[in-house]
């Protein structure tokens, strides 16, 4: 067999390991899910999900890996000295990266859309149709209706706002059986005699009385908003009002724009095949090079210059009138704005983001061979990655708000909220859009190569395959497989269907993504911390922590033996159900 790969030098590890975190993890799906998750308390459980189970498995794997030096599969066989059952953590974590692959280069394919649309300056002509809608508003609305429109506008926001911490009075298992009752109720035609049949049963007739009981003050709470937005607008001269609700028609037309642009290309699964196909290819190529040379080069100049820009984008958002209400709803925690499966989204965006859970850093582990430098690495890896997603939140939040978007649009968030600030910053803005875009696809590049990596390394290690040959083969199929996530938004063909057609509201790009990161990252995590902190022979774990300061080895071995996968069954228990952390959380705050 020919000699195993190894990194150009420790720098090199280093960097295609923060490269394989860094990716649309950072930029894309956090953001988004932050967005989904109600800001601030989300960003905190995040974090301490970094801290606790993030940092602990992340030494767990590049440990596994570099003592073994093996992919997943035949590491554990390696460690235990024979076959053994733990190889199944491994098997989890190929077929993982298999589905994970499947999508992200869907995403990344659109990602390479979109560099090319605003090299071709998609945003020019919907900044110049905006313009020509906001003169006719202009023209044809009175000042009354312009201030009319402001004031209904901000009162709603700030009814919005206090409404929702009004509803945390009722618990919610009496908010969800009051919202069914109500649609029976409508579905029964309303009136006082369907109301009565319907309340026949004694819980649901206590669970309307508490969801009731707060119908005045939200009443009331809905005419303060009214009051203190008339008030915020009654110093205002008519040119002031003039310009501010030509300016809100304006974003609101360019966002409108934005938005049927991004839905173009979702929704055409023809054109996200076809980039999706491109991506691959460039993947492929990449891994059946090897995994030193050209890659790491690449990220030394590539990675700091995404890094570059995202500051540079994040000052502009200073200067945007949304950076106030961005600034306050990543960073202030609000535990009221939390979802109840907010916990789950936390813990599995954590395994996303920092590749971790499948055994890409046990991979790119195996790779070194030093045995110094093992939580320094991994504290560098993990503080890149969290650097990067906060600044993309920072990027991200000041436009969404200065434009009226909702932060909860979901997975096309970063596609119709970047181009509105391209197409507001002007010509200048689509050279930076082409940059932007181009910059996260290498990110996803550097990223998507390890999940390929995983899958066929387990071909060329214990199949005896070339290289060459796994890796095509590995990446022709996934491309197979990634065909559903590429059309599941179009609604031409079956999987459009297949939206919420079993009650919920996922695609099946979605679906998959959920599956993936809440359960088999964190479940194969779990495992992996179990066995570095219990299985793994002594003298090989103590091995690898050469030079580590004893109360850093205490430390990391306490969260890898009890913390970090006592929070992951925690979690995972509250989701499937046997926990109800929501009911909890409502009582504690009450
Ligand atoms: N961490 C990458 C990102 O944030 C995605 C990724 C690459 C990944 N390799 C992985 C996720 C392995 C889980 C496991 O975009």
């Not at 960003?43 to 997943?72: D, F, H, T």
């Not at 009722?170 to 035609?189: C, I, K, Q, W």
């Not at 500051?311 to 958002?317: A, D, K, R, S, W």
């Amino acid at each position: 067999m020919a000699a195993r790969g190894q990194w150009g030098s420790k720098t090199g590890f280093i960097l295609a390991a923060a490269g394989s975190a860094v990716g649309l993890g950072n930029i894309w799906r956090f953001p988004y899910t932050t967005g989904e998750n109600g800001g601030g308390a989300f960003v905190i459980i995040y974090l301490i999900c970094v801290a606790l189970i993030g940092l602990p498995i992340m030494m767990s794997e590049i440990m596994i890996g570099r003592a073994a030096q093996k992919q997943p599969v035949s590491a554990f066989h390696t460690l235990q000295g024979g076959r053994s059952g733990w190889s199944g953590v491994g098997w989890l974590g190929v077929f993982a990266g298999f589905i994970i692959l499947s999508y992200y280069v869907v995403i990344a394919g659109w990602a390479m859309d979109y560099t090319l649309k605003s090299v071709v300056n998609f945003s020019a002509p919907i900044t110049q149709e905006a313009r020509v809608e906001s003169l006719t508003y202009r023209a044809e609305t009175s000042v009354d209706d312009m201030r009319e429109m402001l004031i209904a506008r901000k009162a709603d926001r700030l009814g919005r706002e206090t409404t929702r911490t009004i509803r945390w009075k009722v618990r919610p298992s009496s908010m969800e059986a009051y919202n069914e009752f109500m649609t029976a109720l409508t579905e029964a035609g309303g009136g006082a005699e369907a109301r009565q049949r319907l309340l026949s049963d004694e819980t649901l007739r206590r669970q309307v009385a508490e969801a009731e009981a707060i119908n005045p003050e939200i009443e009331t709470a809905i005419a303060q908003a009214r009051t203190d937005a008339e008030a915020e607008y009654a110093g205002h001269d008519d040119v002031t009002i003039q310009t501010e609700a030509v300016d809100v028609i304006r974003r609101g037309v360019i966002n409108d724009k934005v938005t049927n642009a991004f839905l173009s290309v979702a929704q055409d699964g023809w054109m996200s095949i076809f980039w999706t196909a491109i991506f691959m290819v460039l993947t492929i190529t990449i891994v059946a090079g090897g995994i030193s040379g050209g890659i790491e080069k690449a990220c030394f100049f590539l990675m700091p210059a995404l890094f570059v820009l995202l500051i540079l984008l994040v000052i502009y958002g200073m200067f945007q009138r949304g950076f106030g209400e961005a600034m306050s709803f990543v960073l202030k925690p609000d535990l009221h704005e939390m979802r109840p499966s907010s916990v789950l989204a936390a813990m599995g965006q954590s395994f996303f983001s920092l590749s971790l859970g499948m055994g890409a850093m046990i991979t790119y582990g195996s790779y070194q061979q030093s045995k110094k430098g093992l939580a320094g690495q991994s504290i560098t890896i993990a503080g890149l990655d969290t650097a990067v997603a906060l600044l993309a939140c920072f990027m991200i939040f000041p436009i969404v708000f200065s434009f009226d978007q909702e932060p909860s649009a979901g997975p096309g968030l970063i596609f119709m909220s970047m181009p509105l600030a391209f197409a507001e910053i002007g010509p200048a803005g689509m050279l930076l859009g082409a940059i932007f875009f181009g910059l996260l696809v290498f990110a996803a590049l550097t990223s998507s190569i390890s999940l390929l990596e995983v899958v066929a390394s387990y071909f060329i290690d214990e199949q005896g395959w070339s290289r060459k040959k796994a890796v095509w083969t590995l990446g022709i199929i996934i491309f197979l497989f990634s065909m559903p996530s590429a059309f599941a938004l179009d609604p031409g063909f079956a999987m459009g269907g297949w939206i919420g057609s079993y009650g919920g509201s996922f695609d099946f790009l979605t679906t998959v993504d959920y599956l993936a990161s809440n359960w088999m990252l964190p479940v194969g995590g779990f495992f992996i911390a179990i066995y570095a902190g219990w299985v793994m022979p002594k003298r090989m774990r103590e091995a690898e922590v050469e030079g580590l300061a004893p109360i850093f080895y205490t430390g990391w071995l306490i969260l890898a033996r009890f913390v970090a996968p006592a929070v992951v069954i925690l979690v995972l228990l509250q989701s499937i159900g046997i926990l109800n952390a929501d009911e909890v959380l409502h009582d504690l705050l009450n």
